[in-house]
């Protein structure tokens, strides 16, 4: 085997909870995470040595600067490696859109290296490794739903929603680090009841999911981006069961039971935005590497 396709893709929050700052500036938190099949495919060729990195995306960078190529050297120096790598990345999912998109290229070219080098390490094994990447790579890596407390790392499967989302990701900005230092952790107005979410999922009860969505991030990146709040209304009047903002933003997702209306939905944001995706939840157990 001389190459390998690994689809890495985005993330939804359900819930975002953040319960303290940390001494060493990191935030502990309790999230409901959801994959979606919205991906980035991820092409990795075996070369003599070397890390190379192309990408179809002009955002972001195609050096030691990506996330990508950080899992790649960390692959190779924890596993004394002595071959190198190309990367090829066609990007689909926004970038700096609160999807964890860097996070996923990082979880697929770990998972794919693994497969491709043949290296054995379980995906356990993968996770702990990959938590010196950031802190959503390991739950990239686990796939699927989960519920991520600590810093994101100690992770939960869980059976996640099995419905159609619509994301609509506004033209501007957001870094996560401005929204979480702009966040006042002591006076948080709303936090997520993520027991009762939790409990919901496992019942599909998917009406007390969608009336609980809730993200301790949303009303700060509100503040600064109206346009966000705009995005959520129009969700819920194209008939969104709920809507919420992702992450730390800019991204807003709308959840659907029936595809007619999320395509109606789809149709008509296309209409004034031009980031708008129209997929359905997904729950890891495609496997890894889909060609
Ligand atoms: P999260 O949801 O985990 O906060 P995000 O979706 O908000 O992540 P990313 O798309 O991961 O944000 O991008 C964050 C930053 O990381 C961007 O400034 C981008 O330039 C940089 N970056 C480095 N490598 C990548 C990559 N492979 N894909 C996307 N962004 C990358």
């Known amino acids: 085997m001389n190459e390998i396709k690994v689809r890495g893709r985005a993330k939804i929050n359900l819930s975002l909870d953040v319960l303290r700052r940390k001494e060493d500036g990191y935030h502990e938190v309790k999230m409901i995470m959801q994959q979606i099949d919205l991906y980035d495919e991820i092409l990795l060729e075996s070369r003599e040595n070397g890390i190379l990195l192309e990408t179809n995306c002009e955002f972001i960078p195609n050096n030691e600067g990506n996330i990508a190529y950080k899992a790649a050297k960390l692959m190779m120096d924890t596993f004394h490696i002595d071959k190198g790598i190309q990367i090829y990345i066609?990007?689909?999912?926004?970038?700096?859109?609160?999807?964890?998109?860097?996070?996923?290229?990082?979880?697929?070219?770990?998972?794919?290296?693994?497969?491709?080098?043949?290296?054995?390490?379980?995906?356990?094994?993968?996770?702990?490794?990959?938590?010196?990447?950031?802190?959503?790579?390991?739950?990239?890596?686990?796939?699927?739903?989960?519920?991520?407390?600590g810093i994101g790392e100690k992770l939960t499967s869980i059976e996640g929603l099995d419905q159609w989302v619509v994301l609509c990701k506004p033209n501007i900005s957001v870094s996560t680090a401005s929204v979480y230092k702009a966040l006042d952790v002591n006076h948080i107005e709303k936090h997520p009841e993520t027991d009762k979410i939790l409990k919901a999922l496992?019942?599909?009860?998917?009406?007390?999911?969608?009336?609980?969505?809730?993200?301790?991030?949303?009303?700060?990146?509100?503040?600064?981006?109206?346009?966000?709040?705009?995005?959520?209304?129009?969700?819920?009047?194209?008939?969104?069961?709920?809507?919420?903002?992702?992450?730390?933003?800019?991204?807003?997702?709308?959840?659907?039971?029936?595809?007619?209306?999320?395509?109606?939905?789809?149709?008509n944001l296309s209409k004034v935005y031009n980031q708008i995706y129209l997929v359905k939840t997904y729950d890891g157990k495609d496997g890894y590497a889909n060609e």
Not at 120 to 145: N, R, W, Y
Not at 213 to 225: A, I, K, S
Request: hydrophobic content about 45%; proline content about 4%.
């Open 202 to 267: 496992e019942n599909k009860d998917v009406q007390t999911v969608v009336e609980n969505l809730c993200n301790v991030l949303e009303p700060v990146t509100e503040g600064m981006h109206p346009i966000v709040r705009d995005i959520k209304r129009k969700m819920v009047a194209y008939h969104a069961l709920g809507s919420l903002m992702s992450g730390s933003g800019p991204t807003v997702f709308g959840i659907y039971k029936d595809y007619t209306k999320a395509k109606n939905a789809y149709e």
């Open 90 to 149: 066609h990007k689909n999912i926004p970038v700096a859109a609160g999807l964890a998109g860097g996070s996923t290229d990082a979880a697929a070219v770990m998972i794919g290296l693994n497969k491709l080098w043949k290296i054995g390490a379980t995906k356990k094994e993968l996770m702990d490794l990959s938590i010196q990447l950031g802190a959503d790579v390991p739950f990239c890596i686990l796939e699927g739903a989960a519920l991520a407390e």
